[in-house]
């Protein structure tokens, strides 16, 4: 039993169309992997984790890719695998990340950036100062009780070497 071309059409249609909806996708954890991003001021532990979010994310896309082509495949081609169903996924997602993809992922990264800075701004001049002042007062006595053991600890220090050297003394 051959294709026909109305099977040909509809395995075309529908390959382009999973191509798009793949970009799209993509673009949804590209948008999540914007917003997890972490600032250059950041630990290595949290660019780890970063980049562990990143790898399940894109393990997570591969899998559902494969399975929406085996998805597609058995019902447009009754599971029979062909190229043309293949490139017309691949071409889908390429004109979806070019003609919209890319412009929106630059779109979102402004507003990530923007949304960030505005909560900065927001933490530095309202709780930032708060917890401060908290920070400040119960670190208080620990700071003082600090810097009074190593006044003691030069003493200490300072009379044991005197002390040593007045042994040697002839």
Known sequence: MDITDRRVLLLTAYSLVLGVFLGLCWGVLSFIRIVLTPSAKTDVKSRIMCDMITFFFDVFFALFSSVAA??????????RIRLLGLVGCGVGFVV????????LLKAAERFVHIVRRGLIFIYRKTLGRVFTMFKNMFMAPWRFAKRKMGQRKKKVKAVKRRKSTEKFTI
Do not use: D, E, M, S
């Open 70 to 79: 085996v998805f597609l495949f058995f019902g447009a081609n009754n599971g």
């Open 96 to 103: 979806y990340h070019t003609l919209i993809g890319k412009r």
